[in-house]
Every structure is written in C-alpha cells, then in structure tokens.
T-cell receptor, first 114, second 114 residues
C-alpha cells in the first residue's frame, strides 16, 4: 500500500470555526509533512514530523496546529483562519532512513475560508 | 540547495516524446536531481531521480549532462494523462535519519495535445 489518504477532500469554514484535517499512511514511514499550496503556486512546506515529534515548523501562524497522535496519523487543527488561508493542504510521508527524497503525497484537502 | 530554472510551459503532441529541460548550473557534487509532477488538483507524484548517470524507470528517463549543469526529463510516449506541472528539484544527499522536505520551484506546465 503506497497510498496517503486525506480527509476531507473539501472543507468550507468560517473565520470563527474550528476544524481539523486528517492524513493517514500505512507504509511504515516515520516522517510526515504538511504543505500548503495556493492557486497556481508550488507547494510550500509547513511542518515536518519525525517519529511523531515536530521537527520543523516553517514559521507557520499559531492558528495552524499540527498533531501526530501515532506513526500513521497526522492532523492539522485549524482555528480562527483568515480568507488568505484558503488553499490546497497537502500531506506527505517518507521513510526516515535511506538517502533519497522520495515522498508520497496525498490528494490534498481544498480549504475555503469564508 | 542549488537553484533550478525550468521553462514556464511546453506543449507536446500525444504519442510523441516530451523532453522537459532543467538548468541547475550551481549544482554541487553531492546533489541529486529529482523530478516530481503534479496533475491538476492532485498531490505531487515522484517520477525519478539521479546523480550523474542517466536513469530510466517505468515512467520516464532522466538525462544528466556530463558537467551536471542541466538535465532533461523524457516521457517517451506522452499521453493526455501526462498533462501536469513538472518540478525539477535539486537536493543534497541525505544523512540517514533526516527529514526529506522538498522545496518546489515554479515548474513547467506540460500540456499534451491530442
């Protein structure tokens, strides 16, 4: 199984809402990533988890709160978002050993903040 | 990590070979060239990577010039499903136990025409 799944596929939320994005992989990867992609732009890294611990935070605003409850799951909790946070949110995973940069991406969650 | 330069867009006739160039004139000796693609509204997909030698897999071939300052991704028989943004990424060899975050450039929009 080389699949990364993300739910929901689409999410519309108001600026006062709290919602969560979910990502799951069963490839035994111990590194998981959140990327944000605005329309017609390349993906940009937000967070990296290794062995369920946050290892990289790319200066992301605190209204985005990641969580890695176990080695297969990665969540992104959203609170008090702004309309400019509307984007495609991509989850990815990769092995923690080896020397290659092969990452497996999920299909993304398309988020609209109203 | 070395900077890459790719054309903004390219067209290719269905069934013909698609040759996507990438310039990476500042590449270092320990940096690999990676190619990913992103079909519209999907997550990026790993295609191939290489260091010095030409590489081939079931998806594509990667030709790296002898001075390693540029490379070409070849899709031998392009189909309509190959229409996507293709990203060329240069990254240093990893130590085992390191995060594998990717820094995407603007990429090349390849359109395969019927």
């Amino acid at each position: 199984d080389t699949e990364v799944t993300q739910t929901p596929k689409h999410l519309v939320m108001g600026m006062t809402n709290k919602k969560s994005l979910k990502c799951e992989q069963h490839m035994g990867h111990r590194a998981m990533y959140w990327y944000k992609q605005k329309a017609k732009k390349p993906p940009e890294l937000m967070f990296v988890y290794s062995y369920e611990k946050l290892s990289i935070n790319e200066s992301v605003p605190s209204r985005f709160s990641p969580e890695c409850p176990n080695s297969s799951l990665l969540n992104l909790h959203l609170h008090a978002l702004q309309p400019e946070d509307s984007a495609l949110y991509l989850c990815a995973s990769s092995p923690w050993t080896g020397r290659a940069y092969e990452q497996y991406f999920g299909p993304g969650t398309r988020l609209t903040v109203t | 990590d070395a900077k890459t330069t790719q054309p903004t867009s390219m067209d290719c006739a269905e069934g013909r070979a698609a040759n996507l160039p990438c310039n990476h004139s500042t590449i270092s000796g320990n940096e690999y060239v990676y190619w990913y693609r992103q079909i519209h509204s999907q997550g990026p997909q790993y295609i191939i990577h290489g260091l010095k030698n030409n590489e081939t897999n079931e998806m594509a071939s990667l030709i790296i010039t002898e001075d390693r300052k540029s490379s070409t991704l070849i899709l031998p028989h392009a189909t309509l499903r190959d229409t996507a943004v293709y990203y060329c990424i240069v990254r240093a060899t990893l130590l085992s136990g390191s995060a594998r975050q990717l820094t995407f450039g603007s990429g090349t929009q390849l359109t395969v025409l019927p």
